[in-house]
């Protein structure tokens, strides 16, 4: 009978406690979402807040693209390299294709002022991230028409595929596109 008491009054004192540790588990958790919340918000607001290469996803993308609107693409490179590494397929989608827009519109504001040799390295780093970003959403439209704009400016300037960094030098009779029904020569 001792022993029934005793079971019985541990079965009904359980819920209760494990209830308890629930409650205090998930205040705990919501005390750790509020904080990315609140670093997200201050990245969104551009306040430079510092984010370690392990925060979560979302505080990860919001701090690349924090960068992105600063123009610090270098240092929005390792960040979306570290999502690849435990970041959901959205958030790497998006990380991957705003660098690469960064990237594409670096290069073409140096190609309409005239810089061509110092906007081959950019529309490389643009190609390449928006294919990072096709492998992870094969049917992303944008990403698509976007990676066949920075393609044909390379196959508008051939040399900057075969040579390296800023000592690419194009052929100034080659710079114009391929595109089909286009007559070759000056306008």
Known sequence: MMLRAQLRTLVLAAPPVLLGLAAVAATAWGLHLAADNRTIRALKANRDVAVTADAPPAVLLARVEFLIRLDRLTEAQPLVEALDGHGAVPIRDDAHYNLANAYLRRGLDLITQGKIDAAGP??????QEYRNSLTLVPED???KFNLDVASRLIRDF???ERTVGDAATADRKRLWTDIPGTPRGGP
């Not at 950019?122 to 190609?127: I, P, Q």
Request: hydrophobic share 75%; net charge neutral; no cysteine.
């Open 122 to 127: 950019f529309v490389v780093l643009a190609r």
């Open 141 to 143: 439209w944008d990403a």
């Open 158 to 160: 051939p040399a900057f």
